[in-house]
């Protein structure tokens, strides 16, 4: 499950890699850990609000 440590250890990613060749660029091994705590977030997002979002509205 998601948690706030894994949330709080993706912000610096935002703005650190962000442009590459101004900064050392992320390793493999870092951009592997940070796309997995990133997917659980988002699935731990998605399942929090899913129940509140309406149905789309057919036109």
Known sequence: MASLEQARALTPLATEFRYPG???EPTM???ILALAQA?????????LVEPHLQPPFST
């Not at 997917?39 to 399942?47: F, K, L």
């Open 22 to 24: 101004d900064v050392m």
């Open 29 to 31: 091994e870092q951009a």
């Open 39 to 47: 997917r659980d977030i988002h699935t731990y997002v998605v399942r």
